[in-house]
Nanobody, 115 residues
Framework: VQLVESGGGWVHPGGSLRLSCAASGFPFSTYAMTWHRQAPGKERELVGRITSEGDMRDILDSVKGRFTISRDNAKNMMYLQMNSLKQEDTAVYYC?????????WGQGTQVTVSS
């Protein structure tokens, strides 16, 4: 199983970024996936979940209405569209898969929101 995030970077407050997670090594289309983030000095937290059918679940309250999770099962890709970014969204963002009782994480992508 391999998960590779991309799309992070630096953005002004109010800006947007789209993160991508490329998945391989397991039947992606049949598994739910999650995005997490970890800010400096804080614990990693769940940003949200997407079912195998593409429904968002368990979205973090602080990002509701600003972040959207989507997936393309034909391409084995998951996305996190982040709009109206705030400084408190600064973190390393990770995608995660749970497959055959094991948990797999990507290497993470840094998102920095700053003026």
């Amino acid at each position: 199983v391999q998960l590779v995030e991309s799309g992070g970077g630096w953005v002004h407050p109010g800006g947007s970024l789209r993160l991508s997670c490329a998945a391989s090594g397991f039947p992606f289309s049949t598994y739910a996936m999650t995005w997490h983030r970890q800010a400096p000095g804080k614990e990693r937290e769940l940003v949200g979940r997407i079912t195998s059918e593409g429904d968002m679940r368990d979205i973090l309250d602080s990002v509701k209405g600003r972040f959207t999770i989507s997936r393309d099962n034909a391409k084995n890709m998951m996305y996190l569209q982040m709009n109206s970014l705030k400084q408190e969204d600064t973190a390393v963002y990770y995608c995660k898969a749970a497959y055959r009782l094991k948990t797999y994480w990507g290497q993470g992508t840094q998102v920095t929101v700053s003026s």
